[in-house]
Nanobody, 122 residues
Framework: QVQLVESGGGLVQAGGSLRLSCAASGRFLSINGMGWYRQAPGKQRELVATITSGGNTNYADSVKGRFTISRDNAKNTVYLQMNSLKPEDTAVYYC????????????????WGQGTQVTVSS
């Protein structure tokens, strides 16, 4: 069983910063891509940022220059540093990981965290 546990959400004023963390635990062989997605009330879940096992990153246009995704492969953890936050960044943020387990070989399985609320006040 693979679990992704997020932390770091909260309430912040516009212009402030937050850092989200997501740690993977359980029985697995490796983790390929990891990423962050978000879902605002009444909207579909959308990609925020992704990072490959080699460190290549991809960002939604709306967060480029403000958010930074990183990962610590030794800790099986992905981070999202969010700066210059705006009210429109308010959403539940979900961690995602492509995890290779014995059962999923040779492919990876798609896992999601439970979500963490980020609220930006104006």
């Amino acid at each position: 069983q693979v679990q992704l546990v997020e932390s770091g959400g909260g309430l912040v004023q516009a212009g402030g910063s937050l850092r989200l963390s997501c740690a993977a635990s359980g029985r697995f062989l490796s983790i390929n891509g990891m990423g962050w997605y978000r879902q605002a009330p009444g909207k579909q879940r959308e990609l925020v940022a992704t990072i490959t096992s080699g460190g290549n990153t991809n960002y939604a246009d709306s967060v480029k220059g403000r958010f930074t995704i990183s990962r610590d492969n030794a800790k099986n953890t992905v981070y999202l540093q969010m700066n210059s936050l705006k009210p429109e960044d308010t959403a539940v943020y979900y961690c995602n990981a492509a995890v290779v387990t014995i059962r999923s070989l040779p492919r990876s399985g798609d896992y999601w965290g439970q979500g963490t609320q980020v609220t930006v006040s104006s």
